[in-house]
């Protein structure tokens, strides 16, 4: 059955440094007034437009085999092939800031502000992953029966070598539609602000992956390395 948890702009507020570092600033880098002054126009309206919402489903492994094959278009060996059967609980999710603040940025780029678009665009990509994580958190929150070395991250369609037609089976099963979350013949979600994937809950060691494969280097974040870190910053072992 899906739970779905709605979410106040407050709580997905990325912090400005995340901001300026998700826009290639140094840490410690003199900001111009004009930057901040965009990026506090940003924030007004990010209060104003972010409708955050987010939503998952539990899924048997049986069910997310079937749905991690897709159209047959992933790498013949990925991480997410790997780490799911190791797996001890696992849930389908999507989470999203709404229309209005996706068409926004859409429509500062049409109008060739590209300032206050680029800026805008950049609170609205670290905010959404932001709702993620708390649908993560939720999802964490309800294995009452998970050890200490308990571990859940999140993978998406169109990474890790997951095909982005993944989305097709994702959707089909998970019905993003409820909260307002469509899918094009690209497989690209509407509103662009939006996250889906799979959440997989066992031993944080198995979400320990190199970052060898093929398709890694043309990863233009590498967040990866940066979320098994997180996860595994309290223990002895250390990401590949």
């Known amino acids: 059955m899906s739970q779905i948890f709605e979410f106040t702009p407050e709580q997905v507020y990325p912090s400005r440094e995340a901001v300026f570092q998700h826009q290639g600033v140094p840490p410690g880098a003199r900001i111009s ?20 919402i987010g939503m998952l489903a539990p899924i048997s492994p049986s069910d ?19 780490i799911f059967p190791k797996g001890d609980s696992l849930a389908l999710f999507a989470a999203t800031l709404g229309p209005e603040i996706s068409d926004r940025v859409q429509q500062y780029f049409q109008d060739k502000d590209v300032a206050m678009g680029y800026t805008l665009d950049s609170v609205a990509s670290i905010a959404a992953d932001i709702v993620a994580d708390l649908v993560q958190a939720r999802f964490d929150g309800d294995l009452k029966d998970a050890s200490p070395d308990t571990g859940v991250l ?58 060898s494969y093929s398709f890694c280097a043309l990863c233009p974040t590498q967040s990866c390395r940066s ?3 997180d996860l595994l910053s309290s223990e002895r072992w250390a990401a590949g």
């Open 227 to 229: 979320r098994i870190r």
């Open 33 to 52: 007034e004009q930057s901040r002054s965009l990026l506090e126009r940003s924030f007004e309206l990010f209060e104003e437009l972010a409708a955050p």
């Open 154 to 211: 999140r993978y998406s369609p169109g990474y890790c070598g997951w095909h982005v037609s993944g989305q097709k089976k994702l959707f089909r099963y998970l019905n993003p539609s409820q909260i307002g979350i469509s899918l094009n013949e690209s497989c690209l979600m509407s509103p662009i602000k939006s996250v889906s994937g799979v959440l997989i809950a066992g031993p944080k060691q198995i979400h320990i992956f190199p970052n």
């Open 64 to 82: 997310f085999s079937e749905v991690l094959t897709g159209e047959g278009e992933n790498e013949e060996h990925h991480p997410v092939l790997q």
